[in-house]
């Protein structure tokens, strides 16, 4: 097993924001989290088991990210990403369609860190401002107003700061160990948008030009979609950055509405996929014959906030795991360094500095090329 990426590795996760690295973990780690997760204690959460962390803790997950990435806190707890055989249903997605409606297996592509509101199950009525105070004030704390105190039903807050110009949580790498047959298409597998990881860059950096409020509620990006079927579903990925990956092909809901085409991620048991947090991704429809099983982590260098600990599952490590508010010295604003860092997406991947150097290089003699 190798402990580092090779050149050609990181050109590719430059390129497409992500690397598949083909039995990363062991047989003797992947039978031990599979009994772990087939046969929990009870009362234990099966994700923050020393079984399932050292799918990264004492997998070759661990060099390799170091040397490609830098330091990290070794994850305490994970996502268990089982996602078990189901059929299209009626149901209405994040996206605000009906759930057999979405193209690309229900692929719903979005960022992390964005707080979610369980979605209407009813078509809403009313203005557009009715609709987002309807929203806001179904999440689990009711009517608070509109405020860095609302928080989702995945505890991640509506805005990360208190002045609300930080609309989404972040980190640096995704790192997620396959622990069932994921080899073909429709089993459920984690589904990603190659290479948008480019253009999201340049799109926080754009917000953060025009009045450096980033994310949902920032330029270009409205926090809900009051053309949806259900007049209020979740506006995943800003409009700039899904026409960019649309074309004649993109298969489109009853609407009219195109989707960017997500590439699916093929894995076996032990096998992984390291992305970069910008890149957009979402988990599809299982249609296979067994539950589709992948164990995600998320990861963040350890320089941006050195006397932070990451547990290996928050997507939004500034605050608290429900949203509590944490204490900083003076002179560090963590929102600003977080802010820094969605808008120079390679700045905490140390080891790929001269690869990033030569590829912006290349690209730069292309563009003037052309």
Aim: hydrophobic fraction near 30%; charged fraction near 25%.
């Amino acid at each position: 097993m190798t402990h580092s990426l090779t050149l050609e590795q990181k050109q590719t996760l430059y390129d497409d924001g992500y690397i598949v690295l083909k039995n990363a973990v062991s047989q003797e780690l992947v039978d031990a989290a599979i009994d772990r997760i087939r046969n929990p204690e009870e009362g234990v959460y099966a994700g923050g088991t020393k079984e399932l962390t050292d799918l990264v803790n004492a997998s070759t997950v661990t060099p390799i990210l170091h040397e490609a990435m830098g330091y990290f806190d070794p994850p305490i707890v994970c996502q268990v990403g089982a996602n078990r055989v189901r059929k299209p249903g009626d149901h209405f997605n994040n996206l605000g369609y009906r759930d057999k409606d979405q193209p690309y297996y229900g692929a719903e592509s979005h960022m992390d860190g964005l707080c979610t509101i369980g979605v209407p199950q009813d078509v809403q009525t009313g203005t557009p401002d009715e609709i987002y105070n309807h929203y806001i004030t179904s999440g689990p704390k009711g009517d608070i107003g509109r405020s860095p105190e609302v928080m989702g039903h995945n505890s991640v807050p509506l805005f990360e700061d208190p002045d609300m110009t930080l609309g989404m949580g972040s980190f640096t790498a995704f790192a997620f160990v396959c622990l069932s047959d994921q080899t073909r298409e429709g089993c459920g597998q984690t589904a990603l948008l190659r290479g948008a990881h480019h253009v999201t860059e340049k799109f926080f950096q754009w917000q953060r030009s025009v009045n450096d409020c980033i994310g949902p509620e920032g330029p270009g990006w409205p926090r809900l979609n009051y053309n949806a079927t259900n007049r209020c579903g979740h506006v995943y990925l800003p409009e700039s950055v899904r026409e960019q990956f649309l074309d004649d092909t993109s298969e489109e809901t009853p609407d009219g509405v195109r989707w960017p085409r997500p590439t699916q991620v093929l894995m076996e048991p032990g096998d992984a996929c390291i992305t970069l947090f910008h890149i957009p991704h979402s988990g599809t429809r299982n249609e296979g014959t067994e539950t589709r099983m992948n164990i995600i982590f998320r990861i963040r260098n350890k320089k941006r906030q050195p006397d932070k600990m990451v547990n290996g599952i928050s997507d939004h490590p500034d605050r608290g795991q429900r949203g509590e508010w944490l204490e900083y010295e003076d002179g560090n604003n963590p929102w600003e360094r977080s802010k820094d860092a969605l808008c120079d997406m390679w700045d905490e991947w140390e080891g790929m500095k001269s690869v990033v150097e030569e590829r912006r290089g290349s690209t730069i003699d292309r563009d003037s090329v052309s």
